[in-house]
């Protein structure tokens, strides 16, 4: 079973939305777990990454001060804290589990992806 991606939806520039990603299989116990989106038209790209102790985090130069990056590893589930949203930020979310503990930034770092959540931001 794919990890889980919800909360997606259409919200207004310079709103919120928080996104959540449940790991049933909870293959993401002792990994480290990221986000990445694909805007219209465009390739996948990372967003933010963390550890599997969850200390360590990584945010894109795009989204550093506006998004946070968390789990909770007891509910075996990831979250995207999305504030000040612009229409850069549209796109379809996915989240996806590391191989062991990588949270790099690179897609090939990460064995398996969520089916994905559109998120649209209107002007």
């Known amino acids: 079973v794919q990890p889980q991606a919800s909360g997606g939806g259409l919200e207004q520039a310079g709103g919120s939305l928080r996104l959540a990603c449940v790991d049933s299989?909870?293959?993401?116990?002792?990994?480290?777990m990221g986000w990445f989106r694909q805007p219209p038209g465009k390739e996948r790209e990372f967003v933010a990454s963390?550890?599997?102790?969850?200390?360590?985090?990584r945010y894109a130069e795009s989204v550093k001060g506006r998004f946070t990056i968390s789990r909770d590893k007891a509910k075996n589930t990831l979250y995207l804290q999305m504030n000040s949203l612009t229409p850069e930020d549209t796109g379809v979310y996915y989240c996806a589990v590391g191989r062991g503990a990588s949270y790099a930034t690179t897609p090939g770092s990460y064995q398996y992806w969520g089916q994905g959540t559109q998120v649209t931001v209107s002007s």
């Open positions: 299989r909870r293959t993401s116990s002792n990994n480290g």
């Open positions: 963390i550890s599997w102790r969850g200390g360590d985090t």
